[in-house]
């Protein structure tokens, strides 16, 4: 909910600036649209999800903007599950999913429709298109979506006409909106868990949105070692704002905060800040990913070496790590269970760490407690799509305890990070942190690796920065 407006400069409206302004503007309503081309897919996933759950009222919402101060909002990110079930982006939106007599449902999109010229509020307050940029009409939105649409702020009113109707919201997204159906927490989470279930596979559209995203990060990747040398000179903020503008140029944003991990940064698994030196000598571990208009994001790392070479005991560590990944992608195909390709690189990473004698073997013995984990830290992969961490709530059975199904997107980034004040390694290699990430996209025959264009071994890495690196 917006805070109240402090200390604006203006006191009021005269009568005639407010009669001013409600004159003399044109009709621009669009008569030129066309349904967009994922609101057939949109339209298949809201059948799947009315399947799940015949009989009853259903309401995804988009979410809406949170005030910083005055009109400075935090930036606006729709739920994924609203932006799967609608292709939609729209703030202040829901999906209601009513309930019919044959058990299916009919499908209403909820949104903020265009302000009226009639009143102020197109000019004066913190929805006001004239500050904020026009919004769609409701026919507008409904020629686009596919959907009928209907006025949010007639919501509360409509819900309360079935108030008999058994009733699920996703919690946590639109607070008022919650607040105004009673609902039980329990059932709502599982509506919650069905729409993260429902992201698992990915359909053709998906799949060919999820290309955009690597494609344009495989670009990035070139961008930045094209400008190591400026970053070099100044700090990994330059590679951060190097992909920032690839991404901005090409898709939305970034998916998630640039990783740009020069030196023992790279041992850091959630660095961004993004503000330390890039020195020759060292290693840059790079993870990003593009974020395509329509929201879908990639996750890719690599880590090079500044010079363009890599040192003996670096290499050791990349090529360990490389040999991880490779023994993980070889897990990865259809029928397999989800957790092989995480084991299969945690054992082979395992048996490097006990063969270096920084952990106690035998291996069986060591991965069993998980001692390798001191210096893998993270899981091997994850599903991604709309979120870089996709499907987050999907239930358990589904996702890590599931089976990989043609369709379906994770990535595969085993890791080795050796802390720099770790005393139980040789001090060379301490602030050492290599990571390798792709995206994969299993297919019927097993699996294709979307981010294939990018230099994967030490061997591949050295030419491309040989060929690349400004
Ligand atoms: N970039 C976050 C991750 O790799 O999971
Ligand atoms: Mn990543
Ligand atoms: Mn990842």
């Known amino acids: ?94 999906l209601v999913l009513e309930p019919r007599a ?75 909106l919650e607040a105004a159906v009673a609902t039980d927490e329990e059932r709502d989470i599982e509506l919650e868990g069905a729409l993260s279930d429902l992201r698992l596979v990915k359909d053709a559209w998906e799949l060919g949105e999820m290309r955009k995203a690597v494609d344009s990060t495989v670009r990035g990747f070139t961008d930045c070692v094209a400008e190591l040398s400026r970053a070099i000179a100044s700090s990994e903020r330059w590679i951060e704002g190097t992909f920032f503008r690839r991404a901005r140029l090409e898709g939305n944003h970034v998916g998630y905060g640039s990783i740009c991990a020069a030196g023992d940064h790279a041992t850091i698994m959630h660095w961004t800040d993004n503000d330390g030196p890039v020195r020759p000598g060292e290693l840059l571990l790079l993870d990003a990913g593009v974020e395509t208009h329509s929201l879908y994001t990639a996750d890719v790392t690599r880590t090079l070496p500044i010079s363009g070479t890599f040192t003996p005991v670096q290499r050791q560590v990349y090529d360990a790590v490389y040999e991880a990944q490779e023994a993980g992608m070889a897990a990865v195909k259809p029928g397999a269970p989800y957790r092989d390709f995480h084991e299969a690189s945690q054992r082979h990473l395992t048996a490097r760490l006990v063969e270096w004698g920084f952990i106690e073997g035998p291996v069986d013995r060591a991965y069993a407690l998980g001692l390798q984990r001191r210096f893998t830290m993270a899981g091997t992969g994850h599903m991604l799509g709309l979120d870089v961490h996709d499907c987050a709530q999907a239930r358990t059975e589904e996702y890590v305890d599931g089976v990989l199904e043609p369709g379906m997107v994770l990535t595969v980034e085993p890791g080795l990070y050796f802390q720099p004040d770790d005393l139980t390694v040789p001090e060379e290699w301490r602030g050492i942190g290599v990571r390798i990430e792709d995206d994969l996209v299993v297919t019927e025959e097993g699996h294709e690796n979307l981010s294939a264009g990018l230099p994967r071994s030490s061997a591949e890495v050295e030419a491309w920065m040989a060929r690349f690196a400004g």
């Not at 003399?24 to 967009?36: F, K, N, Q, Y």
């Not at 000019?123 to 769609?136: C, D, F, V």
């Not at 507008?140 to 649409?149: K, M, R």
């Not at 509360?156 to 607070?175: F, H, K, N, Q």
């Open 1 to 94: 909910m917006a805070k109240g407006r402090k200390n604006g400069l203006y006191e009021g409206v005269s009568e005639e600036l407010s009669a001013l302004m409600r004159t003399g503007w044109a009709d621009t309503e669009r008569h030129d649209l066309e349904p967009a081309e994922q609101a057939p897919y949109a339209a298949a996933r809201r059948v799947a999800l009315s399947a799940l759950f015949p009989g009853e009222r259903l309401i995804v919402p988009s979410g809406n903007l949170k005030t910083r101060s005055n009109d400075d909002t935090y930036p606006f990110r729709p739920y994924s599950g609203y932006v799967h079930m609608t292709g939609d982006q729209a703030r202040d939106g829901a």
């Open 102 to 176: 044959d058990g299916g449902h009919d499908a209403y999109c909820y949104q903020l429709p265009r302000d009226s010229r009639d009143n102020d509020e197109f000019w004066i307050g913190y929805t006001a298109e004239l500050w904020m940029g026009r919004r769609r009409s409701l026919a507008e939105a409904e020629t686009v979506l596919g959907l009928p649409c209907r006025d949010v702020r007639t919501i509360t009113e409509d819900l309360a006409a079935g108030s008999g109707v058994p009733t699920r919201i996703v919690r946590g997204v639109d607070p008022a």
